[in-house]
Nanobody, 128 residues
Framework: QVQLVESGGGLVQPGGSLRLSCAAS????????IGWFRQAPGKEREGVSY????????HYADSVKGRFTISRDNANNTVYLQMNALKLEDTAVYYC?????????????????????WGQGTQVTVST
């Protein structure tokens, strides 16, 4: 059974850090591009970051550039999102998504429907 499981969310103060993990089961991640998305209450879901199947290409939303870093450990079938200097507006449910490797996804990485499997999400709350 193909499954993605996010973990690492929690409550953090502004300026703090969290590292999210996206673990895959039922398939190996090394042939899959991975996207991170988030959705805050009352807001549309947005693409946060992307990493190609081999780690050679990454993208970030403007709102997180310089603060978030995506990486992958294909040997452990896991992708990470390191989030530093967190802001109140980073509060959201964060989801990872996997799509079979595609050069086209380097352009359309922030489209939710462009992936084939999605996790259930992990809550990140940034609050004083």
């Amino acid at each position: 059974q193909v499954q993605l499981v996010e973990s690492g969310g929690g409550l953090v103060q502004p300026g703090g850090s969290l590292r999210l993990s996206c673990a895959a089961s039922g398939f190996t991640l090394d042939s899959y591009d991975i996207g991170w998305f988030r959705q805050a209450p009352g807001k549309e879901r947005e693409g946060v970051s992307y990493i190609s199947h081999n780690g050679g290409n990454t993208h970030y939303a403007d709102s997180v550039k310089g603060r978030f870093t995506i990486s992958r450990d294909n040997a452990n079938n896991t992708v990470y999102l390191q989030m530093n200097a967190l802001k109140l507006e980073d509060t959201a449910v964060y989801y990872c998504a996997a799509g079979f490797r595609s050069l086209g996804r380097r352009i359309t990485w922030n489209r939710w429907a462009n992936y084939n499997a999605w996790g259930q999400g992990t809550q990140v709350t940034v609050s004083t």
